[in-house]
């Protein structure tokens, strides 16, 4: 039964060393191997981990311990929170933690920080995704459209993201915008309305309805028509995207 | 001439090259589904990478975890052509968007149900497995002495096995004739005959026959590696059964009901909400009351979890529609679908297969969704987005 202020110490790559309670050094599955099978006095080294990192890593390392053996006052959101800003650093540092969460075995660090990398690449096209990490495009002209076309659905990102969702509003005016034809859909996009037909109904119809919401709820609502473009071969198909007013 | 500064900060270098394919393997199985299809795009190893069974495989147990369910539907309605969408719930939580995707077109064929990420479906001729992101199909072995026959057609997968079967009930109808022409309603149900086919096998196999009736067209939920449906009751028994089929063993078995008022028939469809076999019951005080078994097989563990109360969203309140189901439409939770509880204790329901609708058991209220060309019948079923197939090892 050890004391529970057991210190090990851990140099890095660069010769600096660190002293941290056993706690929160066992918290990575490597030094735990090392100092269960090694010898507990001596320093652990190590290598793969430059100072800085490893500073950052026993900060979030310490952070949790801490908040599970109830030493800290701190709720499941603030600790969310906290991790959080523990992944705002740049680009070289972030990779740098990834590396080291993934030698030193700490779960949790490895999630946090692959699910940020994850954060980076979602919702980005290819091309933005390649400028963000600086990745070279290997694949010849035919070749990425070959592929592009075979996901063309996946790539489509103008068809159809959007959030649609209709208060159920006493307004009789609301609910007759919904209910009036089928072809009709009632969107709420910030304080706009907008009424749009649907793709076969729009090759007769040279604008769009959108109605906006008056600062004051007693004047009545102020009815925009906006020119459609290109109307071309008669079928416009209409894309928006929108954030939901919960 | 401006000079350009190189700051310390600044890589000139392929940063991910940084990492070992074991990594970015990781990170790609964190992403949507549809941003993992995207992916394929940025470099040839990241789309050799995409096809690696164990990227698939994780990114699986993710998409299967989250809270945030997604859904396909399929329409034949307005424009006859069977298609494909799917709706995305995981951002509904902390962005308030709902993704909704139209899919690409396979085939005319009928969707049957969803499991894994692979979708069920067939057509007049024969039964398909695929996965419609990928867009890899199999034909399966058609069932030999009942060709033209279709009955209820469920698709299930056990953990243990890892093995995909799809089971089909087939019925013989005893035809009572009535003047001559054959009188549907009165049909009698002689036998239902059980097929099963463990996909990879070459044929059907028969197992037996079934004392109920399963020609609801509800879909099955899929618990504990076992399909569960509730039978119709038939002439002599005026009691909805709930039946339960193991998948490893093919046996099955009859489960207990909750006690919810002693009427036997009010329980009207079975789902799987986070994880746990649950049932909706309409009573005639026009609630719909949420049962939910909290440890599998015991029937004190059913639980009501949530009564969902009276509400008829506004467009089924168009006048076309009331006239052509004016009973559903005024007692519109005797026909209404609970499809899953979202991660913030919202609950998605389904109207008249017309309507997806959010429930907030809080403040009951409730809010409908619609989107841009959204058909005007669907039929809808839970689907895992995944670029999952038949060989890859889920768990």
């Keep these: 039964m050890g004391s529970t202020s057991t210190k090990i110490k851990l140099r890095t790559s660069d010769q600096k060393v660190f002293e941290v309670e056993k706690a929160v050094a066992v918290q990575s599955q490597t030094i735990k191997y090392i100092y269960e099978n090694g010898c507990p006095d001596s320093v652990i080294h190590v290598h793969s981990v430059s100072g800085d990192i490893l500073s950052k890593i026993l900060d979030y390392c310490k952070k949790h311990v801490n908040s599970a053996a109830g030493k800290e006052d701190i709720s499941p959101e603030e600790l969310y929170e906290w991790d959080a800003n523990f992944v705002k650093v740049d680009q070289n540092t972030l990779f740098d933690l990834i590396l080291a969460a993934n030698c030193l075995k700490i779960e ?30 290997d694949y010849t002209i035919e070749a990425e459209e070959a592929v592009r076309r075979e996901n063309k659905w996946a790539f489509d990102m103008l068809g159809g993201v959007g959030t649609m969702v209709i208060e159920e509003l006493a307004d009789d005016t609301m609910s007759k915008c919904v209910t009036n034809t089928k072809s009709r ?58 954030k939901c007013k919960m | 001439m401006s000079k350009l500064v190189k700051t310390s900060e600044q890589q000139t270098s392929n940063i991910m090259e940084k990492l070992p394919q074991e990594i970015i393997l990781v990170i790609l199985s964190r992403l949507p589904s549809t941003s993992l299809l995207q992916s394929m795009l940025v470099c040839r190893a990241w789309r050799r990478l995409t096809r690696d069974p164990l990227l698939v495989a994780t990114h699986f147990s993710h998409m299967a975890d989250k809270d945030g369910p997604s859904f396909i539907f399929q329409s034949n309605r307005p424009s006859s052509s069977y298609q494909l969408f799917f709706i995305d719930f995981s951002d509904f939580h902390s ?7 139209k899919l690409p077109h396979l085939m005319s064929i009928y969707l049957l149900d969803s499991c894994n990420g692979l979708l069920c479906m067939r057509d007049a001729r024969w039964i398909y497995i695929c996965n419609p992101f990928t867009r890899v199909y199999l034909q399966l072995p058609k069932l030999v002495n009942y060709p033209a026959q279709v009955g209820h057609i ?16 087939v019925y013989l109808r005893q035809q009572v004739l009535l003047g001559g022409r054959i009188n549907v309603a009165t049909s009698t149900l002689v036998q239902s005959q059980v097929h099963v086919l463990t996909i990879g096998d070459p044929s059907w196999r028969h197992i037996g026959t079934l004392p109920y009736d399963l020609a609801r067209p509800i879909p ?25 089929f193991d998948l490893e063993t093919e046996q099955f078995q009859e489960m207990a009901k909750p006690d919810c008022c002693g009427s036997n028939r009010c329980f009207h469809h079975l789902m799987v909400l986070r994880g746990f076999l649950s049932a909706g019951a309409y009573h005639d005080n026009d609630e719909l009351e949420v049962w939910v078994m909290k440890e599998y097989g015991i029937k004190e563990s059913w639980i009501k979890e949530f009564t969902i109360g009276n509400h008829l969203p506004p467009t089924l309140q168009q006048n076309d529609l009331l006239h052509f189901n004016m009973a559903k439409a005024r007692f519109p939770n005797s026909s209404v679908r609970v ?10 329901l389904e109207y008249l297969n017309r309507v997806v609708v959010v429930f907030d ?31 890859i090892p889920v768990c």
Excluded at chain 2, 95 to 101: P, R
């Design chain 1, 108 to 137: 949790s660090l490895l999630d946090l920080t692959c699910q940020t990398v994850a954060n980076m690449i979602k919702g980005k096209r290819p091309e933005e995704i390649r400028t963000t990490f600086n990745i070279k495009n």
């Design chain 1, 185 to 242: 859909v009632c969107v709420i996009a910030a304080n706009q309305i907008v009424m749009m037909r649907s793709i076969s109904k729009l090759a007769n119809k040279k604008s769009i309805d959108v109605y906006k919401q008056p600062q004051n709820p007693t004047t009545p609502r102020i009815k925009e028509s906006v020119k459609q473009r290109n109307v071309g071969t008669g079928f416009i198909e209409l894309f928006f995207h929108f």
């Design chain 2, 95 to 101: 962005q308030g968007k709902v993704m909704f995707k």
């Design chain 2, 154 to 169: 469920a698709f299930g997968f056990h953990q243990t096995t890892k093995q995909y079967k799809v089971i089909q009930v």
């Design chain 2, 220 to 244: 099955k939920a899929l618990v504990n590696g076992r399909l569960h449906w509730l039978s119709k009751p038939n002439n002599d028994n005026t009691a909805s059964i709930l039946i339960s």
């Design chain 2, 339 to 348: 499809l899953c509880i979202l991660r913030n204790d919202e609950i998605l």
């Design chain 2, 361 to 391: 058991p809080r403040h009951g209220t409730f809010k409908e969704l619609t989107f841009d060309a959204m058909p005007h019948w669907y039929k809808l079923v839970v689907h895992v987005g995944s670029l999952n197939w038949i060989h």
